[in-house]
């Protein structure tokens, strides 16, 4: 593992840019509040980068910005290609099957396309014809994955999306992930409070600070997944907590 205030320049294409100068909110009546300052990152081609910092940073604020559900603020935001976005909660429709929740996440003219080897790869082929509400929630997490992958983004936007599940479901979960976006040759960024699962995931972890959030630390992460055992995984995330207090608790 190695660490720097600024990013590395892997070899591959970027497929995101985010340079956000600045973004405050100024409710009515009240003082303004400064989100974001200064945050600035890359996302190449093949990564997966997790973004950290604590809760209330701005997180949530930076990834309304890079959706473009939020065009109120200075700097710029550029991405190659489409993104697909699996938010915290699955927001499935309870009167529409799998199959058509997740067809509705593509255009009209693409909602007759194949999508079989996607719900095979996610584990949902026997689930198409279902409900929401026959699903458990890490099912139904795998429906939003898969509405989000349907259209065959370069770049998916995950929103802590294995928090509230078991740890055995969350570990399934990840591994399912990771083995889906390395086959589609797809780009990750995921916002995460969990450190663990980060590290367990990542290419490159991004550490925000606390309001404003500005960017403190890239820090890439150099074993290859398969050979990331608890013990490194345990002392990986005790360095990080020992020189970055502010962003990862001990």
Not at 72 to 85: F, Q
Not at 114 to 121: G, K, Y
Not at 131 to 155: E, I, K
Not at 203 to 231: E, F, G, H, N, Y
Request: proline share 7%; hydrophobic share 45%.
């Amino acid at each position: 593992m190695s660490d720097a205030g600024a990013e590395t320049t892997p070899t591959t294409a970027p497929v995101l840019r985010v340079a956000i100068a600045g973004k405050t909110y100024r409710p009515k009546g009240a003082e303004p509040v400064e989100a974001v300052r200064g945050l600035a990152f890359t996302i190449h081609e093949g990564e997966i980068v997790c973004l950290i910092g604590p809760s209330g940073a701005g997180k949530s604020t930076t990834l309304r910005i890079l959706l473009g559900l939020d065009d109120d603020y200075t700097g710029e935001v550029s991405a190659a290609g489409g993104a697909g976005i699996a938010f915290q909660e699955p927001r499935l429709l309870p009167w529409r099957s799998v199959e058509h929740n997740v067809r509705l996440g593509l255009p009209r003219k693409d909602r007759k396309r194949d999508l079989d080897a996607l719900f095979e790869r996610l584990g949902l082929t026997p689930w198409r014809e279902r409900f929401p509400n026959a699903l458990s929630l890490g099912m139904q997490r795998r429906v939003s994955l898969a509405r989000a992958m349907a259209a065959g983004p370069r770049l998916l936007v995950l929103d802590e999306p294995f928090v509230s599940l078991d740890d055995a479901a969350a570990a399934a979960l990840r591994a399912l992930v990771v083995d889906t976006v390395d086959a589609a040759g797809m780009s990750v960024l995921m916002v995460t409070h969990n450190v663990a699962e980060a590290i367990a995931v990542a290419d490159r972890l991004l550490l925000v600070s606390r309001r404003p959030a500005s960017l403190v630390a890239t820090i890439p992460l150099d074993r290859p997944r398969p050979a990331r055992d608890r013990a490194w995984a345990e002392a990986t995330r005790a360095r990080l907590a020992a020189r970055f207090p502010e962003v990862i608790a001990e």
